[in-house]
């Protein structure tokens, strides 16, 4: 019986996709993929392969790792002011097992990410019984903690000090092959997170979030769920974390644990729209992007003004923070889409 | 040994007193409006960079200055309250996100125009020099700092409990809905509120860093964990709890950086743990009391 | 005095309150009664501003004012004791009086008007050191009822003030509120006890799921074989 239904969704499965890239998310998502594809091809000058195309690979680690937070903050409102945790923990196993165990990259990365989830377990029970602005800062509270500790000189033989470990291979010596890697694990990694959301498992997700009384009054073990957001949450937020490890070839604490990747994540989940998971990609995107484009811009002269452009950065980035949560709840860019949606519909005659 | 245990009690103490100045004022705002001010310690940061900067701008006469700074501050904590807060302030995820965004902004800022590089603002210390007894050297405007404390502590106290801004304070405290119906603004109350311990925080900065430095721009959030240490150990909303949670953290932070080894790394991690524990045990605090007396 | 015209409100998308219309006169003492749940909570809420009309006119003294946020509608003279007493219960009961005297300005109105309160309950007089958390159920209905004219209204909205009280007390409160009708206090009283409400008031709503459904004077009503079985009991 399962198997026939699972033959004829892949019988269907072509024609659904046909289905699927007429409409307008679908065209446009494709779209994407098709350009993410093309790209690497675009230009052999080496700034472009070895500065340009990296800046591609560095917004798709982060696109995984805002994606993970819109999931628990997001889809399960359970906000996290500490994902730099699940994104650092997971990058200092990677790299630990690398540089000192010896073990191939593949199986470090998977041993990251559920080092990540480990801590997900660890930071989600204490937190069970805290609830908005507390849980914000009782997350947030554990990251500083696990800051200062890597930071700690006279710990230094445990958790590496403040040097942290560098000399990690990376994923590959050819940006090229090293960008399609990470290519095709944000896309794995959003299909998974995407389905995790619009599934069974994401409706109760959304139950508690909504309503955690009721949920709990309709028979739904809330607290096992939200230690299950929070594992999941923190597996992908964990992958990306090692995957940062290796783009870097290095980890330290501040870098990796820092609350400004907490930061990010909120920023860039935020600016795309909460709740809309791919939102977190076209977040992470013009964020990595709009840092790119500052510090190339660098110095610049208005008359006798001399102005560092990329000082000014997370200035930037805070203010921009600041319009949109004051000013457009549901982020900037998916209401950008719908509009452009209103006009294809239009344009198809619908 | 001897001088360690003085060193201790008036480290302790002054901790205390810098504590009890800047969590009043975030405790006030949690207690009345349930707003998490997140950029709380950002304003006792930007007080301290504003004396730095504002002397090439005026004639240097530093109670001038700093009082200037002061309102200067006040004002920025009303401003937020009515441009980024008070619209949000229906949803506790909103407040927390947009403060955070405020704190991050002003640190930023602040980081642009000065550098991580600590710089001495000393010029604005009110007494100056050390009173020295055969076993220790008490910084004078650290002794002057105690006292102030206290007697501003005391004045808030009888401002709040007395005045008829500070019973309608606590009256929006306890139940804003009825505080709306005896003809209270309560938006109003929640700016002044505001606006309060924005002041608060920014008196601390003015007695405290002239002794101190200023150690870079995040210096903000170390000041943020601890009064929210501070006001987790004493209860959301409680001024008494807050006074004594902040001695109490003052004190075992002294402790620690006195008495372990390689303390003063340790001491750093003090509040946060408080926090994680208090969190964990008892969220409503040692004195457990949601009201504001 | 009062005036409410077509007034509708819902709670999300169900109907709390349907065309409502009322009218009180200066000086009138007006009663709504009818079961939980009714909406009579809510249209005091509606009155005094908490909650905020979907359609319909409120006006007070000529002026419209379902527009106005609480404090201003406070400002303008209409005092709201609302269900549940929503005492200040961390502070005492001179403080709780304080604050009923918030828009007041005139201090030897004040002290007249606490002389007053305290005549009609002495038992605050006793206990006006006392937090208000501390007082007994009937204590803190009268602060209640005390604290809400001390603003010196000109109308006074009640609601439910004899709710989980014993029967002895209510008679004191409903006494209390005879008084205040006679020092000329326009009151519309909101009861679910519909035979001490029709003994005090003048004319009488009858609400039923966010409808007025009838109204009269005493004695019209208590003639309506339905109001007999239903609200009296007789």
């Known amino acids: 019986m399962v198997k026939e239904k699972m033959k004829e969704k892949i019988n269907n499965f072509p024609g659904y996709l046909k289905s699927w890239g007429t409409t307008f998310i679908g065209g446009l998502t494709i779209l994407c993929l098709i350009i993410l594809t093309v790209i690497p091809f675009l230009s052999n000058d080496l700034k472009y392969v070895y500065v340009f195309l990296p800046q591609f690979t560095l917004a798709m680690i982060f696109a995984i790792f805002a994606a993970s937070w819109d999931l628990l903050t997001g889809i399960s409102g359970q906000i996290s002011f500490g994902h730099a945790i699940f994104f650092g923990v997971a990058g200092y196993i990677c790299a630990y097992f690398i540089d000192y165990q010896g073990f191939p990259t593949w199986v470090a990365i998977v041993l990251g990410s559920l080092g990540a989830v480990f801590f997900g377990l660890l930071i989600g029970i204490p937190c069970l019984r805290l609830k908005g602005p507390y849980l914000a800062l009782g997350t947030l509270a554990f990251s500083l903690i696990l800051l200062k500790l890597f930071l700690q000189g006279s710990l230094a033989h445990i958790f590496f000090g403040s040097e942290g470990i560098s000399g990690l291979p990376s994923l590959s010596d050819d940006p090229i092959i090293e960008y399609f890697i990470i290519f095709i694990f944000t896309i794995i990694s959003f299909i998974v997170i995407i389905q995790i959301s619009k599934s069974k498992l994401g409706t109760i997700f959304k139950s508690i979030r909504d309503d955690e009384t009721g949920a709990d009054a309709s028979g739904i073990n809330t607290t096992k769920y939200k230690v299950i957001a929070f594992m999941i949450s923190a597996f992908f937020a964990g992958l990306a974390g090692t995957f940062y490890a290796l783009y870097n070839t290095a980890v330290n604490p501040t870098g990796n644990f820092g609350t400004l990747n907490s930061f990010f994540a909120i920023l860039m989940a935020s600016l795309g729209g909460l709740t809309t998971i791919t939102g977190a990609a076209l977040g992470a995107f013009f964020f990595i992007f709009l840092e790119y484009i500052l510090i190339e811009i660098g110095v610049i002269e208005i008359g006798n003004l001399i102005i560092d452009v990329s000082l000014w950065k997370f200035a930037i980035f805070a203010l921009i923070l600041i319009i949109v949560v004051r000013f457009a709840e549901r982020g900037i860019l998916r209401p950008i889409l719908e509009h452009l949606k209103d006009l294809w519909d239009v344009l198809m005659g619908r | ?293 | 005095m009062l005036d409410i015209k077509k007034l509708y409100f819902y709670y999300g998308k169900a109907k709390a309150l349907e065309e409502i219309n009322l009218n009180l006169k200066e000086g009138a003492l007006e009663a709504v009664i009818g079961p939980n749940g009714a909406g009579k909570s809510t249209l005091l809420r509606v009155i005094s501003g908490l909650e905020e009309p979907d359609r319909g006119k409120i006006e007070f003294l000529g002026e419209r004012i379902d527009d106005l946020k609480p404090h201003r509608i406070a400002r303008k003279g209409i005092a709201h004791c609302p269900e549940r007493r929503r005492l200040f219960f961390d502070m005492t009961v001179s403080e709780n009086l304080d604050l009923g005297a918030y828009t007041l300005k005139d201090r030897s109105k004040f002290r007249e008007l606490r002389k007053f309160v305290y005549e009609i309950f002495p038992r605050l007089k006793e206990r006006r050191k006392q937090r208000a958390g501390t007082l007994s159920g009937g204590e803190q209905q009268m602060l209640a009822i005390a604290r809400s004219l001390m603003s010196n209204p000109k109308l006074l909205l009640m609601d439910e003030p004899s709710l989980g009280l014993a029967p002895k007390i209510k008679e004191t409160i409903f006494e209390a509120i005879d008084t205040i009708k006679k020092g000329g206090t326009t009151t519309l009283l909101v009861e679910q006890d519909a035979v001490l409400a029709m003994a005090v008031s003048e004319y009488v709503h009858v609400l039923e799921e966010g409808k007025i459904e009838m109204r009269g004077t005493k004695e019209e009503l208590e003639k309506e074989p339905r109001i007999k079985q239903v609200y009296l009991g007789i």
Not at chain 2, 100 to 115: C, D, M, N
Not at chain 2, 173 to 188: V, W
Not at chain 2, 218 to 235: K, R
């Open chain 2, 1 to 293: 040994m001897e001088a360690e245990i003085i060193n201790f009690l008036f480290n302790g103490t002054v901790n205390g007193a810098i504590f009890s100045l800047i969590a009043l004022g975030y405790s006030l705002v949690y207690g009345v409006g349930h707003i998490m001010n997140l950029a709380h310690g950002a304003f006792f940061m930007l007080t301290g960079y504003m004396l730095l900067w504002f002397p090439s701008f005026l004639p240097e006469i530093p109670w001038l200055i700093a009082t200037i700074v002061v309102i200067f501050v006040t004002i920025i904590g009303g401003l937020a309250y009515i441009i980024l807060i008070k619209p949000l302030q229906d949803t506790s995820v909103g407040v927390v996100l947009i403060t955070f965004g405020l704190a991050f902004f002003i640190q930023e800022y602040v980081f642009v125009l000065s550098g991580t590089t600590p710089y001495s603002v000393k010029e604005f210390k009110i007494i100056d020099g050390v009173t020295k007894i055969p076993s220790f050297s008490f910084i004078n405007q650290f002794i002057f700092l105690i006292f102030a404390s206290l007697i501003i502590v005391s004045v808030f106290a009888l401002f709040i409990s007395k005045s008829k801004l500070g019973k309608s304070i606590r009256a929006v405290s306890q139940d804003r809905e009825a505080a709306s119906l005896m003809g209270i603004n309560t938006n109003r109350v929640l700016l002044y509120t505001l606006m309060i311990s924005a002041f608060l925080a920014s008196i601390a900065a003015v007695l405290y860093l002239p002794a101190a430095a200023l150690n870079g721009p995040s210096m903000g959030w170390g000041y943020l964990t601890n009064s929210f240490a501070v006001v987790i150990l004493g209860g959301m909303g409680s001024l008494v709890g807050s006074v004594v949670g902040a001695y109490i953290v003052g004190y075992v932070t002294s402790f620690t950086s006195i008495f372990i080894p390689n303390g003063p790394s340790w001491a750093h991690l003090v509040p946060i743990i408080i926090i994680v524990i208090m969190l964990l045990i008892r969220p409503q605090g040692i004195f457990g009391k949601k009201e504001l007396r």
